[in-house]
């Protein structure tokens, strides 16, 4: 097949939305609703050109059908882009009429933030639509959701130390963590606490200051913390760090954090693989996020505990993939994709929820 639909590659449904007025331009894309509606993100970015927008919204929402069927939540995936720059582009009416189309799929695709939203945003976007996600706590919302994530990542890293060196403790090993914001900073804590030594790195001198006096923690050049004499390195900042160039260079065993795509093509896992190095697939070990923000939608509203108490199966969801990787001989991304795809095949038949 040729032309547009051939790019769709699986999704159900991908919507254009327009609004002269307000000078909205969007697309939400539902890639998958077998196991639930669709969760996902809007991200606000000046994308060059409509087809970039449409490249990274395919992406991003198929790889959120994966992430869910992995959390075990009853969600599907799908994600939105608007068109411009939120720094000047951003209005009531834009988000408003954002929050139009989000309704016309009738709760087939469910909103929250990503890059370039905020709460705020999601509080303007109810206000045309029941289907988001991702409020403050003042809005009855699950707020900063990096506490979620940062517990996810961190006992994902326990049960990869369980796999790598047959202790489940961070306790005497060293952590290289790149990115001390929402996420960064809450994990180094939990370590420090742990007993484990850090080496840490950032941009952002205040962010670096936050920890910087924590016992156990040393601050590095922001280049030199991927390749630390570690057992364990921790990307919180940027997606595409692991590329051909910085796998040769890993010291750490274990790569184990919450930066989105961390892998900067596909062969990179295989690369990995060879070198030894135990790589927790992103989406798995950050799932927290999801989790937390899809706590909000129960009928009596948002549970910080609950939400908590579910972030601990993560790292039993991690488990799995690895134990999967090693008795098929195969990589722990390819691992996950399997058990997800499993999942959906096995329970999407069941649920009571129909798209
Ligand atoms: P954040 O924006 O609060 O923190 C990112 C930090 O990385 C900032 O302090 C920034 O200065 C730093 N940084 C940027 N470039 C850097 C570089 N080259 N070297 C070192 N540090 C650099 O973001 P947050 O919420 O902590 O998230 C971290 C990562 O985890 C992001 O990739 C995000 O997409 C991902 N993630 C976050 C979730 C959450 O709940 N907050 C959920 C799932 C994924």
């Given at each position: 097949?040729?032309?547009?639909?051939?790019?769709?590659?699986?999704?159900?449904?991908?919507?254009?939305?327009?609004?002269?007025?307000?000078?909205?331009?969007?697309?939400?894309?539902?890639?998958?609703?077998?196991?639930?509606?669709?969760?996902?993100?809007?991200?606000?970015?000046?994308?060059?050109?409509?087809?970039?927008?449409?490249?990274?919204?395919?992406?991003?929402?198929?790889?959120?059908?994966?992430?869910?069927?992995?959390?075990?939540?009853?969600?599907?995936?799908?994600?939105?882009?608007?068109?411009?720059?939120?720094?000047?582009?951003?209005?009531?009416?834009?988000?408003?009429?954002?929050?139009?189309?989000?309704?016309?799929?009738?709760?087939?695709?469910?909103?929250?933030?990503?890059?370039?939203?905020?709460?705020?945003?999601?509080?303007?976007?109810?206000?045309?639509?029941?289907?988001?996600?991702?409020?403050?706590?003042?809005?009855?919302?699950?707020?900063?959701?990096?506490?979620?994530?940062?517990?996810?990542?961190?006992?994902?890293?326990?049960a990869a130390?369980g796999v790598a060196?047959?202790?489940?403790?961070?306790?005497?090993?060293?952590?290289?963590?790149?990115?001390?914001?929402?996420?960064?900073?809450?994990?180094?804590?939990?370590?420090?606490?742990?007993?484990?030594?850090?080496?840490?790195?950032?941009?952002?001198?205040?962010?670096?200051?936050?920890?910087?006096?924590?016992?156990?923690?040393?601050?590095?050049?922001?280049?030199?913390?991927?390749?630390?004499?570690?057992?364990?390195?921790?990307?919180?900042?940027?997606?595409?760090?692991?590329?051909?160039?910085?796998?040769?260079?890993?010291?750490?065993?274990?790569?184990?954090?919450?930066?989105?795509?961390?892998?900067?093509?596909?062969?990179?896992?295989?690369?990995?693989?060879?070198?030894?190095?135990l790589?927790c697939?992103?989406?798995?070990?950050?799932?927290?996020?999801?989790?937390?923000?899809?706590?909000?939608?129960?009928?009596?509203?948002?549970?910080?505990?609950?939400?908590?108490?579910?972030?601990?199966?993560?790292p039993d969801n991690l488990t799995r993939i690895l134990e999967l990787a090693r008795a098929e001989d195969i990589?722990t991304?390819?691992a996950a994709?399997e058990i997800?795809?499993?999942?959906?095949?096995?329970?999407?038949?069941?649920?009571?929820?129909?798209?």
């Amino acid at each position: 097949m040729e032309g547009t639909f051939a790019r769709f590659e699986g999704h159900e449904q991908v919507v254009f939305a327009n609004d002269d007025a307000s000078g909205l331009r969007a697309i939400i894309a539902v890639h998958s609703t077998r196991l639930g509606p669709s969760l996902g993100g809007t991200r606000f970015h000046p994308y060059p050109d409509d087809d970039a927008a449409l490249t990274d919204v395919l992406r991003l929402s198929r790889a959120m059908t994966y992430k869910a069927a992995c959390a075990g939540l009853d969600l599907g995936g799908g994600k939105a882009v608007i068109i411009g720059d939120p720094t000047t582009d951003r209005s009531e009416a834009l988000l408003r009429a954002f929050g139009r189309a989000v309704d016309w799929l009738g709760g087939r695709y469910i909103t929250a933030c990503d890059v370039g939203t905020t709460p705020r945003d999601m509080a303007i976007i109810r206000r045309e639509t029941r289907n988001v996600t991702g409020l403050d706590t003042e809005e009855g919302g699950s707020g900063d959701s990096g506490i979620a994530t940062a517990h996810g990542v961190h006992l994902s890293m326990r049960a990869a130390a369980g796999v790598a060196f047959g202790e489940p403790t961070l306790q005497g090993r060293h952590v290289a963590v790149q990115g001390l914001g929402k996420v960064g900073t809450r994990l180094v804590r939990a370590l420090v606490e742990e007993g484990a030594k850090l080496t840490v790195a950032d941009v952002d001198e205040e962010a670096v200051d936050r920890v910087a006096d924590l016992p156990g923690v040393e601050v590095v050049a922001v280049d030199q913390v991927l390749f630390a004499d570690a057992d364990v390195v921790s990307p919180n900042a940027l997606g595409a760090v692991l590329t051909q160039t910085t796998i040769a260079l890993l010291q750490a065993r274990i790569v184990c954090g919450a930066a989105n795509n961390q892998l900067g093509v596909d062969e990179d896992a295989d690369r990995l693989r060879e070198r030894g190095i135990l790589y927790c697939p992103d989406y798995v070990v950050n799932a927290g996020g999801l989790i937390n923000v899809a706590d909000e939608l129960h009928d009596g509203g948002y549970r910080h505990d609950r939400a908590i108490r579910r972030v601990e199966h993560v790292p039993d969801n991690l488990t799995r993939i690895l134990e999967l990787a090693r008795a098929e001989d195969i990589t722990t991304e390819a691992a996950a994709e399997e058990i997800a795809e499993r999942r959906i095949a096995a329970v999407s038949g069941l649920l009571r929820w129909r798209g």
